[in-house]
């Protein structure tokens, strides 16, 4: 069994990762996958706090002229719909959890509080962060990025659906050049776009390493956070 580098991690998690290829919702066979890779990496004894975003269920405005504060708490509530999954297929196959949110649900979650957060890891909980940081004009980036910092992360494990974070967008320039290390100055020099502005500052504020990966690629959780090599790590 491999050995963890981190004890403390952050897991950044896209909407749209859960929607697999069908481009919305939830595709149950996909959100298997994911909670067996969080499932063997919690049994590695690494405390967990998983952010979701969702783009699988609603992004911004939509291309319409909403209110820009109404659309960003649509979204944030769209969050929990992916917590609760995500926290019902963890607890299936046996891992305890707990959903915190930003924003007070309080018959379907627990509010966000960062002492009670720490002690279910502690017992060897799952945390899953929900509702963003409750404030519109933030996304879920600066979410992860901030609660990294609150519960005093090691690394910030950033899963995509792109095996790292390349110097233009691979899907359309096939010469596009991977990095396999990038500091916080030079991503934010370059404008690169795996991760917002915000959130990077923040990180580099508080000297949180992030480490930018495909979720889907062999066993990616396990490797990252045993210090495989794999992705782009942003330090």
């Excluded at 699988?56 to 939509?62: E, L």
């Excluded at 969050?79 to 926290?87: D, E, G, P, S």
């Excluded at 494990?157 to 596009?176: C, F, H, Q, R, W």
């Excluded at 992030?210 to 690629?217: K, R, S, W």
């Amino acid at each position: 069994m491999s050995s963890a580098k981190y004890k403390r991690v952050i897991i950044k998690l896209s909407g749209e990762a859960l929607a697999g290829k069908k481009g919305s919702g939830i595709d149950e066979v996909v959100l298997g996958e994911v909670v067996d890779q969080i499932k063997a990496v919690s049994e590695l004894g690494v405390e967990i706090g998983i952010i979701v975003g969702a783009g699988n269920f609603w992004r911004g405005r939509q291309g319409t002229e909403m209110d820009r504060t109404t659309a960003d708490h649509m979204g944030m509530l769209a969050t929990v719909i992916n917590a609760l999954a995500i926290q019902d297929a963890l607890e299936r196959k046996g891992v305890p959890t707990r959903v915190q949110t930003a924003l007070t649900i309080t018959r379907v979650a627990e509010p966000y509080i960062l002492r009670k957060a720490l002690n279910h890891f502690e017992k060897g909980r799952v945390v899953i962060f929900a509702c963003g940081t409750g404030n519109p004009f933030f996304t879920t980036d600066t979410a992860a990025a901030l609660r990294a910092s609150e519960i005093d992360a090691d690394v910030l494990l950033l899963a995509k659906n792109v095996d790292g974070i390349y110097d233009s967008d691979p899907k359309v320039n096939p010469n596009a050049k991977k990095y396999e290390t990038v500091s916080y100055r030079e991503f934010i020099d370059k404008n690169l776009r795996a991760m917002d502005m915000t959130a990077i500052t923040i990180c580099m504020e508080n000297n949180i390493p992030v480490l930018a990966f495909g979720l889907f690629e062999e066993n990616a959780l396990m490797r990252a956070v045993s210090g495989e090599k794999i992705g782009t790590l942003i330090k």
